[in-house]
DNA sequence: AGATAAACGAGACGGTACGTCACGTCTTAGG
DNA sequence: CCTAAGACGTGACGTACCGTCTCGTTTATCT
């Protein structure tokens, strides 16, 4: 799940000093409240969509003020970005490097074109991108976690098969992402439509034809 | 240009009629008008983006009504895309066949490129993505002009180079035209960043080879 | 009615000038919607008192936005003393000067006792006095009010009876009209109680007393 | 000092009954903290006026949690008057018959006349009035202490003064003290200003003219 | 010396209202 | 009949406080 980072300062780091552990006193950040923000931010987006996105609407679904939103969440449009992507597995599994490469890109993208299959997914998905889009702070979340559960378990595969020989030297994680994700952009925002089902097969050839060697 | 065709009822369709010269009497639409509006909306998109963007500021530094504006375009997000789509010259060239295949993929998305290069076309651009993203009508139109401008013309390049044998036999022109453009959005909306300058090369060469026979 | 003019500036004043008629085009300020919000202000002070006094539940009351009504009043306050104000009888018959001069002075206090005399009017009154004194501007409506209504007329009574000797050379137009109301604010603000029925005479009374000569 | 009262049910009663002696244990409350309070409170009314009287600010300003407030005191308006009325001398000198009734009676409005000499006294005073004026709690605090520090020692004097016939038979203590109290009250709340420094005389002149015999 | 309990600072919480902004519609007067 | 100007009802914005509540710490008194 990513946030507005609000940890207290890793207390594991100094709780061996001897003494200073200057620790926050106060009620504690509501566990409920945080949820059903979450889940009434992911229904509004697929209500309504991200223009039509009303804080307003998501505090009165979820039972919560519109202060405890504000204070957790630096605008709506980190919001809108936060719901839908803590709907996605946390960690996707580290894979052995004897496993397929093509499954293994293909479980990069997988997770995002299952979301995305349904109305509502496409509908959550299209908001929280154009809320990325639209706002700074909540593009720095969603690049954030991009680059987290995307750009690094790639470049790992890639340069492995750079290392076999399998993809041309001069290859780019830059544009390896923009060929992998882009049309899925594509057909999302720019087609305003649905995925179709069959597809991952498609975006790993795309991907691993561009960057062959020779 | 690509507006919301208002054009109404084809005069010369009913003019001959017995008697039916209903013909519209009073000023015809302001052309000054439309222009200040569409250069507003354009300025409006670069300076507030696409969620802030605000049709009373529009009007008023356009020093034209809001009727106005909404007499002739049905939303806002359809005069933010109309103004940036009407900014790229009107017609490619049709480039004869002759033409290396190289130049003539290029040719559709060089002025795209071209446009985004600039921090404010960038932005405009976004803006309008997002617009057509957001709404339905202005989606419409989005669309409208990218498959008059960029389908159609890239179908008979490559339906020409299938005929050579130069593509492979299922290449589809959806896959192609994603793998063109796919890529400018990720860079543009999920990047949230300028597209570098050299980068049409890059594109018309992954299509190339994704669709190249084999 | 006391309200921040907004008069268009006494057309006839320039009227017949050759050309230079520089009018507004545009709708006019609503009556309706004028008359619905002071209204409902009045209901509100009755209902809830000033400190409870909502602008929300004004315009949820009269109908109308908030909008018009910050547009044509500077603050609650000055709604509050608006709507009080413009409850009383427009102008004071001016009196001959052979009316007995405690009636005359009567007559300047009357409009307002009577006023405080139902609960819902105390209430009032109490609200208007309370935002008069919260706010600047209100201070300036009020105050405004209260000279020309009350602190003019008192004037020329009194000057009138100092020529006959019938008032103490030193007289002060301040010290007489606090004698006059002063007493009504401690019954209305310090005591928060109705004012009681009788008691035009005892105000009439303690002023000319303080003010006879000798 | 007026407070809301919190006596620990008068210990003393059943003290000593067989085992009912359920006292309190743990700390006491807190001096400190409630001297800050009422000092921030008055300081909130100097700087803020009634209406933007802000619970959140005193008790940041005082180091005081808001917890603790609303455990002493029932609401802010008994906060704001009770901070204002504590700044009064405790109790007024008992005086001697034989001191001049004058000065009996000036002794009386003194000390409120001073403290509103000041800008920042008159608007704390303003805003002690409003609150009381506004809630009935902090309204029947305002009034118990004006009955015990004014109306209980003038019905005192003004008694004697009948006795000796210096008074005519049908006084009122309640038209005495809106005569003495009355105009001060019309200057500060109506007309929203200060209150002139030689002003003690005229207001007991006005209040011994009103009530002298024949 | 515990154990118990209240007071305290800090501050999160569900709410209500604030005053502003923008929406899309409607009204007026001028050309 | 188009246009500029702009008032209107609607509704969301992001902020400020409200009064209640939950924490963990700090006293004081009672076992």
Redesign the pocket.
Known sequence: MVENEVLPDDPEVDADAEEGDR????????EA??N?VLVAAYTELTEHGWRS?????VAKNA??????I???WK??ACLAVDAVLGTLSEKPVAQASTVDVRDRIAALIEPLLVAVRTGDGAHAWRGALLAAADDGEAGEIFRAWFGEHVKIPLRHILAEQALKGAVRRDWDIDLATELLFGPIWHRLIAMRGPVPEVYTRRLVDSLLKAIAPG
């Open positions: 620790r926050r006193v106060g009620p504690k950040r509501s409240s945080t059903a996105f009303s804080v307003d609407r039972k919560a003020s519109k202060q405890t504000y204070r957790w605008s709506a």
